[in-house]
């Protein structure tokens, strides 16, 4: 069965310069972003930005085939559309779909749009920790491809590097906050917003809205 997706058009009929695929958090769909508000808000952003909001199939995310999916059933046919910018994202466990999409397939994005990622269970936090931080963890394992790890050995690619370049946003009470500074660590301070608020939709909101202002 094929990824679920909903795709919205900054001016129908068009093709925006840019594209941005968007994956959900656990067991929400599509259709939740706009329950959320996030076509509105891009809409009053006056964006000229297209969206594919994507379902992160668990099975697929434990599975390690999410990555493969994302790219043969999404961006591959994306990028042959005309877009200038294909960028990928999500928010909580989609962020991390994004990220470790990213670790396989190096090059496949032109930017990583993350709101609060899902940081990983605390056995791979507490790694990342006592190596004394993501830029300094030895990201030289050979992971699985369901391997949460994977997401991080991306990011600390892409941190200092900035290629592909990220923008990380998340609430300081959400309860996985401290992985998220640690995933914040290794990026500039323009590229990372932390505002009030938890691991919820009217937060992620309010970032989706920062992040549309700020990079216009």
Known sequence: ???????????????????????????DKPADFLSAGFDTALRASGRAIDLILVESDLSAVCDGSLSTRIEDEILVGARQSG?????????????LAALMHADHYPGGSDGLVLIAP????????????????????PANGNFATNDERCGWRALQRCGPQRAPPVWLGYG????????HAM??????????????????????????????????
């Open 1 to 27: 069965m094929a990824l679920n997706t909903l795709a919205l058009t900054a001016t129908p009929g068009t093709t925006a310069p840019e594209l941005l695929v968007l994956l959900a958090g656990a067991y």
């Open 172 to 179: 300081g009470d959400d309860r996985f906050a401290g992985g």
């Open 118 to 137: 899902y940081p990983g269970n605390r056995s791979i936090t507490g790694e990342i920790d006592r190596a004394g931080g993501l830029a300094n963890w």
């Open 183 to 216: 995933m914040a660590a290794v990026l500039a301070e323009a590229d990372r917003c932390v505002l009030s608020g938890g691991h919820d939709w009217p937060t992620w909101l309010c970032l989706w809205q920062r992040y549309l202002a700020d990079h216009g």
């Open 83 to 95: 877009y200038q910018r294909v960028l990928t994202g999500g928010i909580s466990i989609g962020g």
